[in-house]
């Protein structure tokens, strides 16, 4: 397919001419590297297929890494540092990795049981620092509650409730305050209801 004589082949490859005579005859392994150029001579490219013939990728480029800069060993599945924080007493004084994996494989046996095998590492996605984690925590926990309080109002639960403020906010505050930013009151304004 190259069309290239065995010497040819060989000043191509970096292997002399009685290598590449001894692999065509079935004498000698070829080296996946010097086979990976040869393909390539030829507008080809080497893959690994699975049992039904699809391609199977290697690992991806962009997949998370360690806080040196590593990839992540490829038989252990990786997960965010604050799901399970398994380090020892010296995780306080440490910065938090963004990304870990169990070192135990029975671990990651029974979370693929339970979540399925990855296809690959996890990529880096915006949010994932331990810092925006927690917050993105806190404000669905603070969406959940309100949505929690809306339910229970519409549903009359609260109507035993006595408000304990109410505001006293003259019209002119109402008049002046587009409801666009922090809350503008009047001059004349003596309510104290700004909680903004």
């Given at each position: 397919m190259?069309?290239?004589?065995?010497?040819?082949?060989?000043d191509?490859?970096g292997?002399?001419?009685?290598?590449?005579?001894?692999?065509e005859?079935?004498h000698?392994?070829?080296?996946?590297?010097?086979?990976?150029?040869?393909?390539?001579?030829a507008?080809?490219r080497?893959a690994?297929?699975?049992?039904?013939g699809?391609?199977?990728a290697g690992?991806?480029?962009?997949?998370?890494?360690?806080?040196?800069?590593?990839?992540?060993?490829a038989?252990l599945d990786?997960r965010y540092?604050d799901?399970?924080?398994?380090?020892?007493?010296?995780?306080?004084?440490?910065e938090?990795?963004?990304?870990?994996?169990d070192?135990?494989r029975?671990?990651r046996n029974?979370?693929?049981?339970?979540a399925?095998?990855?296809?690959?590492?996890?990529?880096?996605?915006?949010?994932?620092?331990?810092?925006?984690?927690a917050?993105a925590?806190?404000?669905?926990?603070w969406?959940?509650?309100?949505?929690?309080?809306?339910r229970?109002?519409?549903?009359?639960?609260?109507a035993?409730v006595?408000?304990?403020f109410?505001?006293?906010c003259?019209?002119e505050?109402?008049e002046?305050?587009?409801r666009s930013?922090?809350?503008v009151?009047a001059?004349a304004?003596?309510c104290?209801?700004?909680?903004?």
């Amino acid at each position: 397919m190259a069309d290239l004589s065995q010497r040819e082949l060989a000043d191509h490859c970096g292997v002399s001419q009685s290598m590449v005579a001894r692999v065509e005859n079935g004498h000698q392994d070829l080296a996946v590297r010097v086979l990976e150029v040869a393909a390539r001579l030829a507008g080809l490219r080497l893959a690994l297929l699975d049992d039904e013939g699809r391609e199977v990728a290697g690992m991806a480029e962009d997949t998370v890494r360690d806080m040196g800069g590593r990839r992540f060993p490829a038989h252990l599945d990786t997960r965010y540092s604050d799901e399970g924080w398994w380090h020892g007493e010296h995780r306080y004084d440490r910065e938090q990795p963004w990304y870990t994996f169990d070192r135990r494989r029975d671990l990651r046996n029974e979370y693929r049981e339970w979540a399925g095998t990855p296809e690959d590492h996890q990529r880096p996605q915006p949010g994932d620092s331990p810092a925006q984690r927690a917050l993105a925590r806190r404000q669905e926990r603070w969406r959940r509650r309100a949505e929690e309080r809306e339910r229970r109002f519409l549903a009359g639960e609260l109507a035993h409730v006595r408000e304990s403020f109410v505001c006293t906010c003259p019209q002119e505050c109402d008049e002046l305050d587009d409801r666009s930013g922090k809350p503008v009151h009047a001059v004349a304004c003596r309510c104290n209801c700004d909680l903004a």
